[in-house]
C-alpha cells in the first residue's frame, strides 16, 4: 500500500503562482525577482494541470464541497479521471474521508472496485485511514473487502483498530448478500 500523507497519495505540490511570490517578497522586504507563471517544474502538462491532480480531486482532498460540485458541472466526465498512481476520484474521497462525495461520484459511475497502481481498492484507504463512514457507503455500494492489493493485503489487513469491527460486519453482510 502506497505510504500515507496527510495530503494523499500522488499530490505534487504545485510551483507557487508569481502573485504568491510577490506577497511572500512583499512581507519579507526582499528585492528578488519573481518567476513567471509559465515557468514549469516539470510537473504539469502542456496544458499547466498536474498530472496528478485534477481540479476534482483537489476539492475531495480539501473538502471543498462547492467546487467539487462546480468541477462536477463544468466537466461531467472529470468523475472518470485515474491520476497517475491510477487513483479514480472514489480512491481520493474514501483517502480524505469524504463519505458524501464518495457515494456521490460513485453513483455517477466510478467503480466502486477499481484498483489503483498498487493494486488497493478505494476501501483499502478508508480502511488504513479509520473511515467508518465511507466504509459504510462502500458496503452499500458493493464494494468486495475481501481483495487482496499487490502486497497480498486485504482492507481487513491495513484496517485502524477502530474499524476493524465494523469493516468485519461489513464482510460478513456481503458475503450473505453475494451467498443469496
Same mark, same amino acid.
Given at each position: 500500500m502506497p505510504a500515507r500523507t496527510s495530503r494523499g497519495v500522488g499530490r505534487r505540490?504545485?510551483?507557487?503562482?508569481?502573485?504568491?511570490?510577490?506577497?511572500?517578497? $512583499?512581507?519579507?522586504? $526582499?528585492?528578488?525577482?519573481?518567476? $513567471?507563471?509559465?515557468?514549469?517544474? /516539470?510537473?504539469?502538462?502542456?496544458? /499547466?494541470?498536474?498530472?496528478?491532480?485534477t481540479e476534482l480531486f483537489g476539492a475531495i482532498e480539501d473538502g471543498d464541497h462547492d467546487a467539487f460540485?462546480?468541477? +462536477?458541472?463544468?466537466?461531467?466526465?472529470?468523475?472518470?479521471?485515474?491520476?497517475?498512481?491510477?487513483?479514480?476520484?472514489? @480512491?481520493?474521497?474514501?483517502?480524505? /474521508?469524504? @463519505?458524501?462525495? +464518495?457515494?456521490?461520484? +460513485?453513483? +455517477?459511475?466510478?467503480?466502486?472496485?477499481a484498483r489503483c497502481a498498487d493494486g488497493c481498492l478505494a476501501a483499502h484507504y478508508a480502511s488504513a485511514q479509520g473511515e467508518k463512514k465511507c466504509l459504510q457507503v462502500l458496503g452499500e455500494l458493493g464494494s468486495e473487502f475481501e481483495t487482496k492489493d499487490k502486497d497480498g493485503e486485504s482492507p481487513l489487513d491495513v484496517c485502524t483498530r477502530g474499524v476493524r469491527e465494523l469493516l468485519a460486519d461489513l464482510i460478513v453482510e456481503a458475503r450473505k448478500r453475494n451467498a443469496k
Amino acid at each position: 500500500m502506497p505510504a500515507r500523507t496527510s495530503r494523499g497519495v500522488g499530490r505534487r505540490a504545485r510551483p507557487a503562482t508569481s502573485t504568491m511570490r510577490r506577497a511572500v517578497e $512583499t512581507e519579507t522586504e $526582499t528585492e528578488t525577482e519573481t518567476e $513567471t507563471d509559465a515557468e514549469s517544474d /516539470g510537473d504539469d502538462d502542456d496544458d /499547466g494541470s498536474s498530472t496528478s491532480q485534477t481540479e476534482l480531486f483537489g476539492a475531495i482532498e480539501d473538502g471543498d464541497h462547492d467546487a467539487f460540485e462546480r468541477a +462536477l458541472r463544468e466537466d461531467a466526465a472529470c468523475v472518470k479521471d485515474v491520476n497517475s498512481n491510477g487513483w479514480t476520484a472514489a @480512491h481520493q474521497a474514501a483517502y480524505s /474521508g469524504e @463519505h458524501k462525495m +464518495l457515494r456521490r461520484v +460513485l453513483e +455517477l459511475g466510478v467503480d466502486v472496485n477499481a484498483r489503483c497502481a498498487d493494486g488497493c481498492l478505494a476501501a483499502h484507504y478508508a480502511s488504513a485511514q479509520g473511515e467508518k463512514k465511507c466504509l459504510q457507503v462502500l458496503g452499500e455500494l458493493g464494494s468486495e473487502f475481501e481483495t487482496k492489493d499487490k502486497d497480498g493485503e486485504s482492507p481487513l489487513d491495513v484496517c485502524t483498530r477502530g474499524v476493524r469491527e465494523l469493516l468485519a460486519d461489513l464482510i460478513v453482510e456481503a458475503r450473505k448478500r453475494n451467498a443469496k
